[in-house]
């Protein structure tokens, strides 16, 4: 092999290797299994968790300022690249970034939190909306942006997407409609957490790697749902002895889901247009390569050809980070707590979750009634479901099934959809539900009928 070559083989496997120890492999870890970037933001969390709920007020704040500033566009903002692509947006997300920083200083201040009878604003600072999206939340995604966005280039800059990709490409493709180097995603997401998988996802569609199809569809199909939460769920409505049919169920629903998906509206009808054209990969391997493995080693090969060094690793990680940070954070706050608002204090997902009584009593689901409730109340967060079912449904199979169901719905607009939301992948808060309601769907239709034979 010749000496450049050497190198380049170099620069490709080593970040790579250590990419994957940090994302993608899980490791035993007080006792559960999670991967080495979660532990090391658990680490970092846990010696300066002090400060972690004024570090989000003024990264809120300062997103809301700037973001209201840069409607105006003045020079400092457009003229400086990280700062426009971090702060430009339109009017109703700048309305939305201010709404996040008016409820996490309400939030923060403690304003009424202490006399339940003060009112609206009583509500948006109890433990159940805003206190639980600040103090939950983003203090867990605020250090997980910052570690992640700044250790994902070893993912996305050394060519491990690009090799993956072309020995991927003929499963994904045909089955999900969507390139090899999506597996990486998901897997991200599986092992670890449901943001990660956005985080890649955002940084490969603005890349010009994914189309707005196939980002809107990785997204929404393939940021699973980490092992860790999944057991959380489980452990809530007190069914953990079922763990390997639960978790297995999961995994047949979630492939389900992603083969039907993307071939029905809305995803179907996203277009395959590019941010940045031309850095696709093509769909069959070129003549000149005699396999898949060649053709991903020859793509892996020129990414790292054309990389800077650690300069550019580090100005790559710091914009995933900031992106993230002053994007994504003030979006979460705003339309996190609002849904926890609505869940909490009115009746309106109760009567959303209805037109799914019929289809649970056909479905043959004990305690029907009560299990509707928790239909669509998971589209604000994913946990309420199983509070509810805890408190309220004694029998378990529809446990079993509401703890199923609120993890393979998948998009809930306290993380993983406010995420969306927050960032440039092309998917509005409409198709979310639409989205959502699809996955209720065929998850039900799955999951019941195999609960009839477990139970």
Not at 31 to 36: D, F, K, L, V
Not at 272 to 287: L, N
Not at 304 to 324: D, P, R, T, W, Y
Not at 354 to 366: D, H, I, M, S
Request: charged fraction near 15%.
């Amino acid at each position: 092999m010749e000496p450049n070559r050497s190198k380049l083989m170099v620069k490709f496997i080593v970040p790579s290797i250590i990419g994957i120890l940090l994302f993608m492999i899980p490791v035993k870890y007080d006792g559960s299994w999670t991967i080495c970037v979660k532990i090391l933001a658990d680490f970092i969390g846990g010696a300066i968790g002090g400060v972690l709920p004024l570090l989000c007020v003024i990264i809120v704040t300062v997103s809301a300022i700037l973001s209201t500033i840069a409607l105006a566009k003045p020079k400092f903002i457009t003229e400086h690249p990280i700062l426009n692509d971090t702060f430009s947006t339109s009017v109703i997300w700048v309305v939305v970034r201010d709404l996040g920083a008016i409820f996490i200083w309400l939030t923060y201040l403690g304003v009424d939190a202490g006399d339940e009878d003060t009112g609206f604003i009583h509500m948006i600072t109890e433990g159940g909306a805003g206190g639980f999206v600040l103090g939950d939340l983003l203090t867990v995604l605020v250090i997980i942006f910052a570690i992640a966005g700044l250790l994902l280039p070893l993912l996305l800059d050394f060519g491990l997407l690009e090799f993956v990709g072309a020995l991927l490409t003929k499963v994904m493709r045909p089955l999900f409609k969507i390139p090899g180097r999506a597996a990486v995603d998901c897997f991200t997401s599986w092992i670890g957490d449901g943001t990660l998988g956005v985080m890649l996802t955002c940084n490969q569609y603005e890349g010009g790697y994914y189309s707005a199809r196939e980002a809107s569809v990785i997204a929404t199909t393939f940021s699973a749902v980490s092992i860790t939460f999944s057991i959380v769920v489980l452990a809530q409505v007190d069914l953990m002895e079922y763990f390997g049919l639960y978790y297995l169920m999961i995994c047949l629903i979630g492939v389900a889901c992603a083969i039907i998906c993307p071939r029905i509206p809305p995803l179907s009808l996203k277009k395959d247009t590019y941010v940045v054209e031309g850095k696709a990969m093509p769909e069959d391997i070129p003549s000149e390569y005699k396999n898949s493995r060649e053709y991903g080693l020859a793509l892996a090969m020129d990414r790292v050809s054309g990389h800077q060094g650690v300069g550019q690793f580090l100005e790559n990680g710091l914009k995933n980070a900031v992106g993230m940070w002053f994007g994504v954070l003030p979006t979460v706050m705003a339309i996190g707590t609002l849904a926890l608002l609505l869940a909490n204090n009115t009746p309106i997902f109760e009567i959303l979750g209805k037109p799914f009584l019929p289809l649970l009593e056909l479905l043959q689901v004990p305690e029907a009634a009560e299990a509707s409730k928790t239909m669509i109340v998971g589209f604000t967060d994913m946990f309420t479901p199983s509070i509810i079912a805890a408190e309220s449904i004694t029998s378990a199979m529809t446990r079993f099934i509401i703890a199923v169901v609120s993890v393979t719905q998948l998009i809930y607009l306290s993380e993983v959809g406010g995420l969306i939301l927050g960032s440039k992948l092309p998917v509005k808060l409409w198709e979310l539900f639409l989205i959502f309601l699809e996955r209720t769907i065929i998850s039900l239709l799955i999951v019941c009928p195999l609960a009839h034979l477990i139970f």
